[in-house]
């Protein structure tokens, strides 16, 4: 089991960029594929991101490819979702996430931060 803690949203001009983290809070990352969702008002949940336990591997949703890098850390128990180019429609909770294998749902996720790209 992991308990996951994001940070780093906050709210940035289009254009502009942020970096968030997710760190276990309790438990060891380098066990779970880890990924990167969002959820905007009205929206369903996308997976905007995902890498693979050793980081080797990664997906991008086509909204985000070119703009946003996934990486991981496991020794400081933690992954990073660099965003650039950001647009007012990336404007959405995100949220990390593990799971035990690449193609399965993710068991278990952090609690959201907020990233609110203006015009």
């Known amino acids: 089991q992991v308990q996951l803690v994001e940070s780093g949203g906050g709210l940035v001009q289009a254009g502009g960029s942020l970096r968030l983290s997710c760190a276990a809070s309790a438990g060891t990352i380098s066990k779970y594929v880890m990924g990167w969702f969002r959820q905007a008002p009205g929206k369903e949940r996308e997976c905007v991101s995902r890498?693979?336990?050793?980081?080797?591997?990664?997906r991008y949703a086509d909204s985000v490819k070119g703009r946003f890098t996934i990486s991981r850390d496991n020794a400081k128990n933690t992954i990073y979702l660099q965003m650039n180019s950001l647009t007012p429609e990336d404007t959405a909770v995100y949220y990390c996430?593990?799971?035990?294998?690449?193609?399965?749902?993710?068991?278990?996720w952090g609690q959201g931060t907020q990233v609110t790209v203006s015009s």
């Open positions: 996430a593990a799971g035990v294998s690449w193609n399965s749902a993710f068991d278990y």
């Open positions: 890498v693979s336990w050793n980081g080797d591997f990664t």
